[in-house]
């Protein structure tokens, strides 16, 4: 069993929809929980860095934590084409163990006009 | 913002050929630096970790002699590919971290091993 799995979709929305994309995890050591943003052939790029249980916002990004449940998500407002992209979500159980923290494998998101 | 670059961007060589990919963080000085790879439709997979100045650390499973890192600066880390094969193509990536787990990614490079 992977310690971080995602769905990897296809995820396909029309324009101004809300857009919702989950990781589950196993371990409950987790305590930092990584969104990313990945562009196709490109680098992947931190949306969101949330510390334990709760929400975070950020724009029109919303990420959520579940350690009961351990589960993860990031919600998408009103969403755009520039949106589309692959998600990729990763966590960490100590502050100082990044390059360590597992990805899922990447949900990957289609906003169409 | 955190920049990473990475070179080249994309090349194509003939198997049998070394590779050497760069990646530089441009507006910081990385503690860390890791190397990924990534196939179509897959995530990022961690190869190794790079201190400045040391040796470096190795997932299970990759060639240390294969994929040869050397971090000379804490702005700089390559990535040499010895005697590339087709099996080698694929997406590289590498990252670059003051010390907490926050990454910056580079843009990647496209390596395809003909």
């Known amino acids: 069993q992977k310690e971080v799995e995602q769905d990897p979709g296809p995820l396909s929305v029309p324009e101004g929809a809300i857009v919702s994309l989950n990781c589950t995890y196993s371990n409950s050591a987790f305590q930092y929980f990584m969104w990313y943003r990945q562009y196709s052939r490109k680098g992947p790029e931190l949306l969101m860095y949330t510390y334990s249980s709760g929400n975070k916002e950020d724009g029109r990004f919303t990420a959520q934590v579940d350690k009961s449940s351990k589960y993860i998500s990031l919600f998408i407002r009103d969403s755009q084409p520039s949106d589309s992209a692959t998600y990729l979500c990763a966590m960490s159980a100590m502050s100082t163990n990044a390059g360590k923290a597992p990805f899922g494998d990447g949900t990957t998101l289609t906003v169409k006009p | 913002g955190a920049v990473v670059s990475q070179h080249p961007s994309r090349v194509i060589c003939k198997s049998g050929t070394s590779v050497k990919i760069e990646c530089r963080s441009l507006d910081f000085q990385a503690t860390t630096m890791f190397w990924y790879r990534q196939f179509p439709k897959q995530s990022l997979m961690l190869m190794a970790t790079?201190?400045?100045?040391?040796?470096?650390?190795?997932e299970q499973g990759v060639e240390k002699d294969k994929f040869l890192i050397n971090h000379a600066s804490l702005t700089l880390s390559t990535l040499t590919v010895t005697s590339a094969h087709p099996e080698d193509s694929s997406f590289y990536i590498c990252?670059?971290?003051?010390?907490?787990?926050?990454?910056?990614f580079g843009p990647g490079t496209r390596l395809t091993v003909l």
């Open positions: 790079s201190n400045e100045g040391s040796k470096a650390t190795y």
């Open positions: 990252s670059a971290t003051t010390g907490g787990n926050e990454q910056f």
